[in-house]
């Protein structure tokens, strides 16, 4: 788990690093310490390259509370983790120059691989903020009787609904599916079930409600398409007639 960091810092032999022995760990902290991190001066690492005196896990102790370290010395590869971290950190901070000019080659090098994919979709060359656009989709709202809103986006969604609902191939072919013949529905003359006190919060609590009940009656629509295809399956199951048996 620790090979990525140790190459990375150049480390001399990342391969054969191990976590469960403790020569193998001391070795290490004295690397990055006289190599990488170097926050003791030269002549106040002599406590820490003494690996096998008995006192060292007393000066490692010492040496992880003057790093700050967040970890106890006892969770090791959480304390060998944040020093490897802390060394990589200090290494770009000396070279940021140069790891960086390394990135953005990479980048490159990246993006001049990766296939040009070609849009042929005008589409998704309009500026859609653009005074043109707007002016566009609020003239197709006043052809279609579409009532402007200040948003041209939510204009264009509104043309969007409209154009799906009334204007497709099957709303075209069949109109009396899709448009309601007939006296339309007093909205604003229906009862709220509740009064707020102003006229124009009733009314807009009616609309609400509506818009509400149509959204259930959508949902209810999908239920029935659901179960229907699910009965569909169920009721016609495909048997293997040469697994049957008569008899005993």
Avoid at 174 to 185: D, L, N, R
Wanted: aromatic fraction near 6%; include cysteine.
């Amino acid at each position: 788990m620790f090979k990525r960091k140790l190459k990375a810092l150049l480390h001399p032999d990342p391969d054969h690093f191990n976590i469960k022995d403790d020569q193998s760990i001391r070795q290490l902290v004295v690397w990055l310490e006289d190599h990488k991190i170097r926050h003791y001066k030269i002549e106040d690492r002599t406590a820490l390259k003494q690996t096998k005196d008995e006192k060292w896990p007393n000066v490692f102790k010492k040496y992880l509370n003057d790093l700050k370290c967040p970890h106890p010395p006892q969770a090791l590869h959480s304390v060998t983790d944040w020093l490897l971290g802390l060394a990589v950190q200090l290494e770009y901070g000396e070279n940021v120059e140069k790891y960086s000019a390394q990135k953005a080659a990479h980048v490159a090098s990246q993006r001049s691989a990766a296939p040009q994919v070609v849009n042929t979709n005008p589409l998704d060359a309009l500026d859609f903020s653009c005074p043109e656009f707007r002016d566009g989709v609020n003239k197709l709202a006043e052809i279609l009787n579409i009532q402007a809103h200040p948003d041209h986006l939510v204009t264009l969604k509104a043309v969007s609904h409209l154009v799906k609902t009334r204007l497709s191939q099957e709303a075209l072919a069949s109109p009396g599916e899709v448009i309601h013949q007939g006296k339309a529905y007093p909205i604003f003359d229906a009862d709220l079930g509740f009064e707020m006190g102003d006229k124009r919060l009733n009314d807009a609590g009616k609309v609400l409600r509506l818009l509400y009940i149509q959204d259930l009656r959508k949902l209810q629509t999908s239920i029935n398409e659901c179960i229907v295809a699910t009965q569909t399956i169920t009721a016609n199951p495909k048997t293997d007639s040469r697994l049957g048996k008569v008899g005993r």
